[in-house]
Each structure stands twice: as structure tokens, then as C-alpha cells.
């Protein structure tokens, strides 16, 4: 609870250095791309990829091939920040991406800082979650804890092409 209040507090204090929005269609983190093409993702996946991890990890859905999830463990050289990458790949473009991490309070700090220099000031909040919205594109900060230990999430989909996916998920009858 004592963490509580700086993490509370940080939007005013950052807000006469925030960035100003992106406009619609510019959403990207990290060199990554909302509704990117499969092999611009994948390049860019396999640069940054760490050394002694193996290679990006793709699997094709059961339901149908239009409908891939990759992984695979990344470090962005600009800030050596060291992060899961996970992204759905639909229909050959990149419809969300997720970057996790681990640590202790000050991650949540430092990525939240992170995302107000890229974004500006969130949309919207609510306890664990910050979200940045341009058109039908989204950010999504969400963090939890236990004990000292913090995970973060960073989200960041497209919804046009998200809403591709119901036409290949069938829904089960009741």
C-alpha cells in the first residue's frame, strides 16, 4: 500500500513532459507494429531476440491457419530492457502484441514513464491499468503485485483486425 501513492501521483507530475498522442494507424512499441505484415514482425523479432534463447517460437491455431501466437524472449538494445514478446498474427498481419516483465515497484515507475513519453497522459485508468486509445487501435499498461514482486503487461491491439478472429472462432452451443 506504501507504493501506492507514487504510483498514483505520477501522472501529474509527468504531465508537462508527456508526448503528444500518435494519430490513428501509429501505434507501435519498440519497433513493433499494430497490423505489421507476419514477415516484418518476424524480422524484427529475430533481431532482438536474446542470445541464449531459441529461436521465435510461431503455433498455427487448431480452429484454423489464418491464426498464429508467437513468443519468444527479446532485449531492446536502445534501453537493454529484457521482455516476453507474444503476438497473435492474423491473416498474416500483427493484430496484438503484448510485452512482459518482472521486478520489483520501480518497474511499474519506469514503465509507465516509458509509455507516457511514447503516448501522452492515459485515456483512461482504473486500479492496475492504464490505457491509451488513437481510433480502434489500444495501449494497455496493467500491472500486479505480491509481496514486493510486480509483473507488468503491455498491450497494444488492433481491434479492426481482432475482430477478424470471431469469423474463424465458432462458438460452442450451449
Known amino acids: 500500500m506504501r507504493f501506492l501513492a507514487p504510483v498514483l501521483l505520477l501522472p501529474a507530475l509527468l504531465r508537462a513532459q508527456a508526448a503528444p498522442p500518435p494519430t490513428a494507424g501509429t501505434l507501435n512499441y519498440r519497433g513493433f507494429a499494430l497490423a505489421a505484415p507476419y514477415a516484418d514482425f518476424l524480422a524484427h523479432a529475430r533481431a532482438l531476440a536474446m542470445p541464449a534463447t531459441s529461436a521465435v517460437v510461431c503455433n498455427t491455431s487448431r480452429r484454423t491457419a489464418q491464426l498464429m501466437e508467437c513468443g519468444v524472449p527479446i532485449r531492446d ?28 515497484t520501480p518497474i511499474v515507475v519506469a514503465a509507465q514513464q516509458d509509455l507516457m513519453s511514447r503516448f501522452g497522459s492515459p485515456d483512461g485508468s482504473r486500479a492496475g491499468m492504464w490505457e491509451w486509445r488513437v481510433a480502434r487501435e489500444r495501449v494497455r499498461l496493467t500491472w500486479r503485485g505480491r509481496g514486493s514482486t510486480r509483473w507488468i503487461y503491455i498491450a497494444l491491439w488492433d481491434e479492426d483486425v481482432m475482430d477478424r478472429i470471431a469469423g474463424y472462432a465458432q462458438r460452442r452451443a450451449r
Open 77 to 104: 538494445p536502445d534501453d537493454s530492457a529484457e521482455l516476453y514478446l507474444a503476438a497473435f498474427v492474423l491473416e498474416g498481419r500483427v493484430a496484438f502484441l503484448s510485452f512482459g516483465d518482472s521486478g520489483t
